[in-house]
């Protein structure tokens, strides 16, 4: 079984930065693209970055180019997502998810391309 486990969530002020971290584990745990995902009240979830694990290409919604960055650490079977600028419309439940397979970039956004999902994390910025 794959278990994905965000951290770093919390209260930041508006303008403020977190890094969340989602660590991979499982036996049979293998991933070909990770991604970062958020879901606010009343809303569907949200795409918003996705990383390679081979080559660590990146990808990025518009509404968090130039304030977020995703990486990875491959030995750890970790996944960062650095946010920085933080506003309080970015107050929402973050979620990783993981993709076993390759696929065109196109599906990246598309939440039903991912195998598994993580718990979520709470990020709640203040004005």
């Known amino acids: 079984q794959v278990q994905l486990v965000e951290s770093g969530g919390g209260l930041v002020q508006a303008g403020g930065s977190l890094r969340l971290s989602c660590s991979a584990s499982?036996?049979?745990?293998?991933?070909?693209?990770m991604g970062w995902f958020r879901q606010a009240p009343g809303k569907e979830r949200e795409f918003l970055t996705a990383?390679?694990?081979?080559?660590?290409?990146?990808y990025y919604a518009d509404s968090v180019k130039g304030r977020f960055t995703v990486s990875r650490d491959n030995a750890k079977n970790t996944v960062y997502l650095q946010m920085n600028s933080l506003k309080p419309d970015d107050t929402a439940v973050y979620y990783c998810?993981?993709?076993?397979?390759?696929?065109?970039?196109?599906?990246?956004?598309?939440?039903?391309?991912?195998?598994?999902w993580g718990q979520g994390t709470q990020v709640t910025v203040s004005s």
């Open positions: 998810a993981s993709r076993n397979s390759m696929v065109g970039s196109s599906y990246f956004p598309n939440p039903g391309a991912y195998d598994y």
């Open positions: 990383i390679t694990w081979s080559g660590g290409s990146t």
């Open positions: 499982g036996r049979t745990f293998r991933s070909a693209v």
